[in-house]
């Protein structure tokens, strides 16, 4: 069996034993927390993302209620935002059934000032396929909920049980063609991000 | 999909070097790529703390892999995952197989994986009557022109826009003479998206697998692993044995150095952590050896594993940039495809250690600190050793060496070699001196130093 043969022969031919790093320094290095906020943004709105600081969720629905057409399908995670489909509501669906969904809105407690990226599990999501099918995603964060850097953000998640977890900087883009950068290839093509004060 | 070819490096980097204002568009990008990336690691004080451990985390993870690989095993099971094991390519591409042909399955979406264009998996599959898209924008166009990547990050960075114009012409119905990116990205999102939605498997590679918990990660600006994996009923991962980490945590280090090294982007679009299947559906994955044990064993060799696949010593390297991706003739091109493919057949690949000027950019960029130009210039001793470097190389060799060594041939090869650039420079300014080519030989001096010092001390005796 090609298990045991793999195993064997790596046992084999590994080298003796070496230690894992200090991964201490480096946390402590990069806990700089002066104005998360405003690094996020700057670093978010280069990636190609639409970032706005807002007070309320008034204010958010305003945005969308501005950048969408009426009618369009729009699935929302938040409660706070109960105007469209519940995420919670169709989660069992068949991913197909969101093909045609124009906006998909979600939380978040974890961003990351670093690079901009967004950390949303399975459960944040309702449906996997919903930040990446949709034709736009936003997502809500509150100001409080930014760490400097990745190495923060594991400390963060630590030994959180998800089925599904990743983390978003942007829209869906590519620069295969002749190193042009063109946003929206396969999935959104825009983020918007909600910043709650 | 792949060409078999017999030519080697340098015949295969003269047929690139034809068109030489391509070639220098080529060369001008990928330093363009370089360069993005050093601004991005200036832009971190803690950057060579970075590298340092993420090299440190490799040599652990390589001096325990055994355990990890069974840790990784037992997690990623217990997680509802399903594990296969594959010693080489053939048991890779039959185990893939056996599971669409199981499920009545004929066409597949497929995600970049650098691992499956070493198992020349889409062949084998459309000799089996299956289907295969690659989904990434850039090995899609590659594919459809019926070519491999030439590079592991930028599949298609030796294209032009009017040429990649012309295929979606061809294939995907865009207008004739089309051939701004916008467009032609949109053409390829609308291809696409109807492959997302009526493919029942997916494949994708793997960048990294935690054995801690048993999850792993793919990284994507596009967003067409998940598009693939998510609407998919099964989701086939293919992982070469060195993709192992060994704790979540340390992804915070992998993460950050990525897509800097890669891009210059401070973290790709989407980093995807798969840890269990989503209700309905599978996940299996397929860790391949594939002569990655043996490399383990080679002790000047075995630091290539530690590679995370940036791409940044291949945007580096001088002889990458100016002779392209497609003359190493192996699915991982540039400085570490050199020494990697070696190690999978010696004969096949003993020209590619000596594509290469050993100026060792491609390990001073290296975010796992792999030493690839010393491991360059080791491979070249062992090829040399066990008979497989060219016959006119050695031969030369072995008359530079006997030169060299006495003084009276030095003198006369010296004298010789002046009297010839002098009086019959037709003699080596011709297509039979590779030296010539795409360069002007120096003029000659009308005597050696030896010759002028010997004179000078005559003149100030007398």
């Given amino acids: 069996m090609s298990r045991e043969k793999i195993l064997a022969a790596v046992k084999f031919n590994q080298p003796a034993a070496l230690p894992l790093p200090d991964m201490e320094v480096l946390n402590t290095l990069t806990d700089v927390r002066t104005d998360l906020v405003s690094k996020y943004k700057t670093i ?11 007070n309320g969720f008034d204010e958010i629905k305003a945005i969308i209620n501005n950048e969408f057409k009426p009618g369009v399908k729009i699935i929302s995670a938040l409660d706070e935002l109960s105007d469209y489909i519940y995420a919670e509501t169709v989660k069992h669906e068949d991913g197909h059934n969101f093909a045609d969904v124009e906006l998909t809105v979600l939380r978040t ?46 400390q963060v998640i630590g030994a959180a049980d998800y089925g599904y977890g990743a983390f978003i900087s942007g829209p869906s883009k590519t620069a295969d063609i002749e190193q042009s950068l063109v946003i929206g290839a396969h999935g959104p093509r825009s983020l918007s991000v909600f910043i709650l004060s | 999909m792949s060409t078999t070819t017999t030519k080697d490096h340098p015949h295969l980097a003269a047929d690139f070097n034809r068109d030489e204002p391509r070639v220098n568009w080529h060369d001008e990008t990928l330093w363009w790529v370089r360069a993005k990336r050093d601004i991005a690691a200036h832009k971190l004080p803690e950057w060579e703390l970075l590298r340092e451990t993420a090299s440190q985390i490799k040599f652990n993870v390589l001096s325990n892999l055994s355990t990890y690989l069974e840790q990784f095993e037992a997690n990623a099971t217990k997680n509802g995952i399903i594990v296969h094991w594959a010693a080489d390519a053939a048991e890779h591409n039959q185990i893939v197989h056996s599971l669409l042909e199981q499920r009545g399955i004929t066409k597949m979406v497929k995600s970049k994986s650098m691992l499956t264009e070493e198992c020349h998996l889409n062949d084998y599959l459309k000799d089996q009557g299956i289907d295969v898209i690659d989904s990434d924008l850039g090995e899609r166009i590659v594919q459809l022109a019926n070519e491999p990547p ?99 945590k340390h992804l915070g280090v992998f993460l950050r150095l990525l897509t800097r090294s890669a891009t210059g982007q401070p973290i790709t679009t989407y980093s995807s952590h798969f840890s269990k299947p989503q209700d309905g559906s599978e996940i299996h994955i397929v860790i391949v050896d594939n ?36 003359s190493y ?8 495809g050199s020494i ?36 360059l210039y080791k491979w070249r001793q062992v090829i040399v050793k066990e008979g497989y470097s060219p016959k006119a190389k050695t031969m030369a060799m072995k008359a530079m060496a006997l030169t060299l060594a006495s003084p009276a041939l030095y003198r006369m090869g010296g004298k010789t070699g002046r009297l010839v650039f002098k ?37 100030k005796n007398s």
Wanted: aromatic fraction near 8%.
């Fill in chain 2, 150 to 248: 030439s590079h592991i990050v930028l599949p298609c960075i030796h294209k032009k826009k009017e040429e990649i114009g012309d295929i979606f012409h061809e294939h995907l119905g865009s207008a004739k003479g089309e051939s701004d990116p916008k467009i032609l990205t949109e053409t390829a999102r609308q291809h696409l998206r109807e492959v997302f939605l009526t493919r029942r498997a997916a494949l994708t590679g793997v960048n990294f697998a935690v054995a801690e918990t048993g999850e792993f990660v793919i990284c994507t600006n596009e967003g067409n692993a998940d598009m693939g994996a998510h609407l998919a009923e099964i989701h086939i991962a293919s992982m070469g044995i060195e993709k192992l980490i060994p704790e979540r």
């Fill in chain 2, 291 to 326: 002569g990655r044990s043996i490399q383990l064993g080679r002790e000047e060799f075995r630091n290539s594993l530690k590679c995370i696949r940036c791409g940044a010593c291949m945007n580096t390297c001088p002889v990458y940039r100016k002779s392209g991706g497609h």
């Fill in chain 1, 44 to 54: 978010a709105t280069a990636g190609g993302s639409f970032v706005y600081e807002v």
């Fill in chain 2, 329 to 336: 003739h192996t699915a991982v091109a540039g400085p570490i």
């Fill in chain 1, 109 to 154: 407690q974890l961003g990351v000032a670093e690079n901009g990226a967004l950390w949303l599990t399975e459960k944040d999501m309702g449906s996997r396929v919903l930040p990446f099918i949709a034709q736009h995603l936003a997502v809500v964060i509150g100001k409080d909920n930014f760490v400097p850097t990745m190495a923060q953000a594991y």
């Fill in chain 2, 340 to 375: 990697l493919a070696p190690n999978l057949d010696m004969k096949k690949y003993a020209d590619l250690p000596f594509a290469s000027t050993l100026c060792g950019s491609c390990s001073n960029v290296c975010p796992v600190k792999i030493d690839i130009h010393d491991q």
């Fill in chain 2, 423 to 459: 009086y019959a420079p037709f003699a080596v300014n011709n297509k039979l001196n590779p030296w010539y080519n795409q360069r002007e030989m120096p003029k000659a001096p009308d005597e050696s130093f030896g010759e002028w010092y010997a004179k000078r001390k005559g003149a």
